[in-house]
T-cell receptor, first 114, second 113 residues
Framework: GAGVSQSPSNKVTEKGKDVELRCDPI?????LYWYRQSLGQGLEFLIY????????KSGLPSDRFSAERTGGSVSTLTIQRTQQEDSAVYLC????????????FGPGTRLLVL | GQQLNQSPQSMFIQEGEDVSMNCTSS?????WLWYKQEPGEGPVLLIA?????ELTSNGRLTAQFGITRKDSFLNISASIPSDVGIYFC?????????????FGSGTQLTVLP
């Protein structure tokens, strides 16, 4: 597709379960970002991948959160032992690189932890 | 981390009115971006600004990169119902070591018919 896609679009899980969220960036984009958006709030940076460089994990809120990007394309954000405060919209964005600043966002995954 | 102060937090306006919102920072930014987010969707880029003093329009939208490089504003003229949504400013700090954007907390815009 032409844009960033994310799956699932919605996820309901029970407290303590693990979840995996997937992001397919725009083809050819070298940079990929994960953000968290709580209800009525702005975007909270989680993690950033750029090419083959080590990811910037400075925004991950706890060691229950991890992400990987395989083959420089698809990324998976994993939340282990989910807590109710993890409920939020998780947004993925990609950027072309080469000095381009603009990030293009996917529609997000709405996570609800019961 | 660095936060942008975005105001107002919410606005209720009549259709046809003009709207103005702004973002300020205590740090210098070298890029300002304005996004719009509609319910159930991810943010969509409206305008990108790369030079201090730059004034850029996109239809009824106009945004400016402040001369001090610490602020930006977005104006919407002659608002219409489809302008409803949350508008976010985002910027990249000059001192930033990575290609990260800092986002404002958003302005929720409601347009009344």
């Amino acid at each position: 597709g032409a844009g960033v896609s994310q799956s699932p679009s919605n996820k309901v899980t029970e407290k303590g379960k693990d979840v995996e969220l997937r992001c397919d960036p725009i083809s050819g984009h070298t940079a990929l970002y994960w953000y968290r958006q709580s209800l009525g709030q702005g975007l909270e940076f989680l993690i950033y991948f750029q090419g083959n460089s080590a990811p910037d994990k400075s925004g991950l809120p706890s060691d229950r959160f991890s992400a990987e990007r395989t083959g420089g394309s698809v990324s998976t954000l994993t939340i282990q032992r989910t807590q109710q405060e993890d409920s939020a919209v998780y947004l993925c964005a990609s950027r072309a690189g080469g000095g381009q600043e603009t990030q293009y966002f996917g529609p997000g995954t709405r996570l609800l932890v019961l | 981390g660095q936060q942008l102060n975005q105001s107002p937090q919410s606005m209720f306006i009549q259709e046809g009115e003009d709207v103005s919102m702004n973002c300020t920072s205590s740090s210098i930014f070298n890029t300002w971006l304005w996004y719009k987010q509609e319910p159930g969707e991810g943010p969509v880029l409206l305008i990108a600004l790369y030079k201090a003093g730059e004034l850029t329009s996109n239809g009824r939208l106009t945004a400016q990169f402040g001369i001090t490089r610490k602020d930006s504003f977005l104006n919407i003229s002659a608002s219409i119902p489809s302008d409803v949504g949350i508008y976010f400013c985002a910027g990249r700090q000059v001192s930033g070591s990575a290609r990260q954007l800092t986002f404002g907390s958003g302005t929720q815009l409601t347009v009344l018919p």
